[in-house]
């Protein structure tokens, strides 16, 4: 599965087309390629026996709702 996991990222990988990019996806990627990322993991664990198989949409819909949103409370400063 971390196998899948790298593959999955150098999927992602500016440099893949340009090698004067940088060799991570930018920042603002970051949320979308997780799912990405985390979707080629659920497939290998099916593929591999370790998860029940269920349809890719459903896969990607639990995933997307187990992705944690950052919320921050504002701080009352004195």
Known sequence: MML???RE??????ARTDS???????LAD????AVEI????GFEA?????ADPI???ELRARVMAAQWT???SEIEMP
């Open 20 to 26: 004067d990019a940088p060799l991570l996806p930018p």
């Open 55 to 57: 349809p890719e949409e």
């Open 4 to 6: 899948a996991a790298a």
């Open 46 to 50: 099916q593929r591999s026996g370790l």
């Open 38 to 41: 985390a979707m080629a993991v």
């Open 9 to 14: 990222l150098a999927e992602h990988s500016p």
């Open 30 to 33: 970051l949320r979308r390629v």
């Open 70 to 72: 950052p919320a921050y």
